[in-house]
Nanobody, 125 residues
């Protein structure tokens, strides 16, 4: 059974930085070429949105975070970190780590089948 555990959320003032980490365990279906990991976020009452994701050498960022957020992955440890810089109040959300065994190059949201519990990020003005 795949488990994803997030850590690193918290509160910060606008302009500050936070680093989220995600560790996967029990993931026997992982392959470098086909599997993907990513970060999503959700504000209560709104739809969940993709933040950043990676499949092999391909990395995709949403326009909202491009240039401010960076993901890094340790394939051996099955971890995925999200470095968030220049945070804005609109980045406030619950952030979820997600993973999928067999993902398209375009890394569709539906490719992600394993989800973490989420970690709260709050950015104050």
């Amino acid at each position: 059974q795949v488990q994803l555990v997030e850590s690193g959320g918290g509160s910060v003032q606008a302009g500050g930085s936070l680093r989220l980490s995600c560790a996967a365990s029990g993931w026997t279906g992982w392959t470098y070429a086909r599997s993907c990991m990513g970060w999503f976020r959700q504000v209560p009452g709104k739809e969940r949105e993709a933040v950043a994701s990676r499949r092999g050498p391909i990395t995709i960022y949403s326009d909202a975070v491009k240039g401010r957020f960076t993901i890094s992955q340790d394939n051996a440890k099955r971890t995925l970190d999200l470095q968030m810089n220049m945070l804005k109040p609109e980045d406030t959300a619950i952030y979820f780590c997600a993973a999928g065994d067999d993902c398209y190059e375009s890394i569709r949201s539906s490719d992600f089948v394993y989800w973490g519990q989420g970690t709260q990020v709050t950015v104050s003005p």
